[in-house]
């Protein structure tokens, strides 16, 4: 009703305390209670009855945990409360199917339904911080006390009679696809089909470039976030640009990113939508559970690399009904990927599943080489060839989840919705507007 896109940002922040292994304050209880507070409509107690149901009896281990259950024995086989949840008797990990009971995790969820600020606050806030420091993490009740989610304003990037809005920094992949939806969705109708991915390649060593300018090792930028898009800056970002031949950049060292993340997507019958991504910011944060929660410790923003995610919304400027949402996960390749999509589905028109399927394409600065995503559908290098780039076939770790109603939510006949062939979500439509 109120046109507008907002951002609430969560983001985990090191702790005040120093120790063996430095973990983050917990800010997703907050933030999300937060969000509900202001645009919730079913009570706050019901949304965690199910969570908590499934934690207490067990959940059928799904084929995306039990991949990174295997990735990441090595960092979850060195703790014991980790090793309790995850690792069967003979000491491998749990497989796909396999149940996983939580029930210290129910307990928790069960003061989040009933009590949620007592999470931060008294007598249970102390026991986490207890248990957070046995596991060798770092947490203190000013630490709970003082994290505060953040509602912002988003970094807009126009498009004729749209606006395309991102997180801000420190979601510095949201950055990045708003300075390449900005770069690219001007020149990308008139490019030829062997431009594109020429164009890709260059607006994103360039913005790999800029973004080792503009962000800080925790994501976050002293520059005000709307600058980062200003035309001016896009301009300058893009001077130079050769639609027949590559031009190298000055990148000062490859991105270190960390892949670990997750997005999801969502809208409601009455328009109201939310792109959300969110990070650990580490396989399994930074690899300790602390005992009789059930609750992974967070890893520090910045020694991982900055947030591995990005989340973006595009509405009408006029009507502000929402057309497009998407999110991204995947590390240094999340801002390519969300933008590759965006551009496919809104610039190309092409099917959401298709625009999500198609090969991928990455060009960091640093090293000077255009990646390419290996797969049953390949890219043809050819036309990079051609143009000068060095070309190298890798696997991506990007997954996007998209929407897609190209005449708003009170069509929704024509809206699209789909995830990642690449991973293991899910896209669907629960219950039916009468």
């Avoid at 059928?60 to 690792?87: C, E, Q, Y």
């Amino acid at each position: 009703g109120k046109k507008k896109t907002e951002v609430i940002d969560f983001p985990a922040i090191a702790s005040t305390a120093s120790g063996p292994l430095p973990s983050a304050v917990p800010a997703n209880p907050r933030g999300f209670f937060a969000l509900h507070a202001k645009y919730g409509k079913l009570r706050w107690e019901s949304l965690l009855v199910e969570p908590e149901r499934l934690a207490r009896s067990g959940v059928p281990v799904s084929r995306a945990l039990a991949n990174d259950l295997s990735r990441g024995l090595p960092i979850i086989g060195r703790d014991p409360a980790a090793r309790g949840v995850f690792l069967r008797s003979d000491g491998s990990v749990l497989r796909e199917g396999d149940l996983m009971l939580q029930p210290h995790l129910a307990g928790v969820i069960s003061t989040l339904r009933h009590t949620p600020g007592n999470f931060y606050v008294g007598p249970q806030a102390r026991d986490l911080i207890k248990a957070v420091q046995a596991a060798g993490g770092t947490l203190t009740l000013e630490d709970l006390r003082d994290i505060r989610p953040m509602w912002r304003d988003p970094i807009e990037v126009q498009l004729g009679a749209e606006a395309a809005r991102f997180a801000p920094p420190p979601s510095a992949g949201s950055a990045m696809a708003a300075q390449l939806v900005a770069a690219t969705w001007p020149r990308w109708g008139d490019a030829s089909e062997a431009e594109r991915p020429h164009l890709l390649a260059e607006a994103s060593a360039r913005a790999f470039a800029e973004r080792s300018r503009w962000m800080r090792p925790n994501g976050w930028s002293d520059e005000a976030p709307g600058a980062l898009v200003a035309p001016a800056r896009i301009d300058a970002m893009m001077a130079g640009y050769s639609p027949d031949r590559h031009q190298p950049v000055d990148v000062p060292s490859p991105p270190t990113d960390s892949q670990s993340g997750t997005g999801f997507v969502a809208m409601d019958p009455n328009g109201l939508a939310v792109a959300c991504s969110v990070s650990s910011h580490g396989l399994f944060g930074n690899g300790r559970m602390a005992p009789g929660t059930g609750i992974m410790l967070s890893g520090v923003p910045g020694l991982n690399g900055p947030p591995a995610t990005a989340a973006m919304i595009a509405a009408n400027l006029h009507n502000g009904e929402i057309h497009f949402i998407g999110a991204a996960s995947g590390g240094g390749t999340a801002a390519a990927a969300l933008t590759q999509a965006f551009l496919a589905a809104v610039a190309e028109d092409k099917p959401l599943s298709d625009a999500l399927t198609q090969p991928r394409l990455v060009h960091a600065g640093k090293p000077d080489a255009a990646f390419i995503e290996t797969g049953a559908i390949s890219l043809d290098p050819a036309p990079l060839a051609a143009r000068g780039h060095q070309t190298s076939a890798t696997p991506m770790p990007s997954r996007v989840e998209a929407l897609y109603c190209p005449r708003g939510y009170k069509n929704p006949e024509d809206c699209d919705m789909a995830t990642d062939p690449r991973g293991f979500g899910l896209a669907t439509v629960a219950g039916k507007k009468e």
